[in-house]
């Protein structure tokens, strides 16, 4: 068995170690035994992986020796990949949503991003801990927690940064290197708030892009799963292999078309040249000093390399007040949806309704935090047909769409728009439409990322713009564990 060190593995991306399996340097059992091991030494101070594939070692041994017999599968054969705890394996692992109501549910089938995985080759090694039931549960519960997980912690200040949510578990992680990147899901900024946290790389792709098919859902018109790595290489990797329409996902079938099969070639180091990236300066208002500092010297390094920055662009809806209807009313009928397919005589919930029945009953483990935002969503109709759904969806759609990231794109001419942090995240969130967030310098406070929006399907020009940004700087650094 190889040895390998952590030196190298702290810059090792995919392709890095697909170049290493082919000259049969390291293995994939390497691989996998690596993780678990750093997994094993480092979990406990981060709290990130809730439970290990007890047959990742066993398929690691298996496509090794595909790799030997018949060649490589592509760029993620043997490559091992976390998932977040709300993503369904086919396998030995629970899919629970943080949730202790869920704790012993296997599911029969993968969801449609794992299989697509599998079938690329990848080594699904584990789950992650995330914020329960993606962060709709309490209002006062913070992020990274979970009933059933406890409490993540941000592997570059344990317990005194923020580790973001509620991809927390996947955040913290990758972060943390005890796999090559995870999944995922984002509702609104639930991808891109804890990659920015974790000085990572987070996509969080347009909305049917990628199935949402057996992924424990919050509210389908803004659902997504997406990656989470250290370098934007690697995230136009995953979200390569996840592509595809799922008749079983209405917004994915929806997309048709529209993606594709490869994003690696949108890797352009000149990507920023003659680029025009609007800076929507009310987004910027809230910034202390250091962030300030670090933004500012973002957006010199856009026009260091090339790019035409339009400042300040304005958005007609950046000061709209927003309420959460939508959220509530579609997370009871979609999660009802869900929770009525599971074999009553293998989990104890069936409804959402039954879900917070369940957690009264456990209230010393389950309510640490209470539920009020459960309550909320039980005490809405539900089915989608109600006025006050059904203004909220369309006001918001239309205001986030043609009153904004549409509108400043089209009126301004740009390619993109440049936000601090994960400023903006809900206007791309309520419009569907896709953001990614790269690592852009430390404060007192942790990693700050910055991120790059544009409109639906807008993926690669969002990697090309990124790509450039992150090999102008290499701001990324690793923790010390």
């Keep these: ?33 690596y993780y678990t091991e750093r997994i094993h030494t480092y979990n406990g101070k981060i709290n990130a992986v809730l439970e290990l594939n007890p047959d990742a070692g066993a398929i690691a041994e298996e496509l090794d020796r595909e790799r030997g017999e018949s060649g490589s599968r592509g760029p993620l054969h043997g490559i091992p990949i976390l998932l977040k705890d709300n993503i369904q394996t086919a396998d030995r692992m629970h899919t629970s949503a943080g949730s202790i109501s869920l ?30 039931w993606a962060n709709f549960m309490a209002v006062a519960m913070p992020s990274g927690y979970s009933s059933r997980g406890g409490q993540v912690v941000n ?25 090559v990147g995870a999944i995922g899901t984002e509702t609104s900024g639930s991808i891109v708030n804890p990659a920015g946290h974790n000085s ?40 390569s292999v996840m ?22 070639p949108y890797l352009d180091r000149r990507g920023l040249q003659q680029a025009r990236i609007g800076i929507p300066r009310w987004y910027y208002g809230q910034l202390d000093e250091e962030e300030r500092q670090i933004a500012e010297q973002a957006i010199q390094v856009l026009r260091d390399e090339g790019a035409i920055i339009i400042d300040d662009v304005a958005l007609p809806c950046q000061d709209a007040l927003w309420n959460y209807d939508v959220l509530l009313y579609e997370f009871k009928r979609d999660l009802n949806a869900y929770l009525a397919k599971l074999d009553p005589s293998k989990t104890p919930v069936h409804s959402l309704q039954e879900v917070i029945a369940f957690n009264e009953r456990h209230a010393d483990q389950a309510l640490v935090y209470g539920q009020d935002t459960l309550i909320w969503s039980e005490d809405a109709n539900g089915t989608l047909t109600e006025e006050a759904y059904l203004t909220s969806l369309h006001r918001y759609q239309e205001l986030t769409r043609a009153q904004g990231i549409d509108h400043a794109l089209q ?22 439409y896709p953001l990614l967030i790269v690592p852009a310098g430390y404060t ?38």
């Design 1 to 33: 068995m190889a040895h390998i060190s952590d030196e190298w593995m702290a810059n090792a991306d995919i392709v890095t170690l697909q170049l290493a399996m082919e000259r049969q340097e390291i293995s994939s059992v390497d691989l996998v035994v």
């Design 103 to 132: 704790a012993e549910h296997m599911a029969t089938e993968d969801a449609f991003v794992a299989a697509k995985l599998r079938e690329a080759g990848a080594v699904l090694l584990g789950k992650v801990n995330m914020t329960e």
């Design 155 to 179: 592997p570059y200040g344990p317990g005194i940064y923020e580790v973001g949510g509620s991809s927390s578990g996947s955040g913290a992680a990758v972060a943390a290197h005890f796999a």
């Design 200 to 239: 990572l790389v987070g996509l969080k792709p347009t909305v049917g892009l990628l199935s949402r098919s057996g992924i424990i859902p919050l509210a389908s018109s803004q659902d997504t799963p997406g990656p989470m790595t250290r370098t934007v290489c690697d995230a136009a990797v995953l979200l």
């Design 243 to 264: 592509t595809g329409v799922d008749a079983a996902d209405a917004h994915s079938i929806a997309s048709d078309g529209r993606g594709h099969g490869d994003y690696t």
């Design 411 to 432: 009126t301004y001419q740009l390619d993109a728009l440049f936000f601090p942090k994960d400023e903006g995240e809900d206007i791309a969130a309520r419009a569907g």
């Design 444 to 481: 007192s406070k942790g990693p700050m990322g910055v991120m790059f929006a544009a409109g639906a399907f807008s993926e690669p020009t969002l990697i090309k713009l990124a790509y450039a940004f992150e090999q102008a700087t290499l701001y990324r650094r690793p923790p010390l564990l």
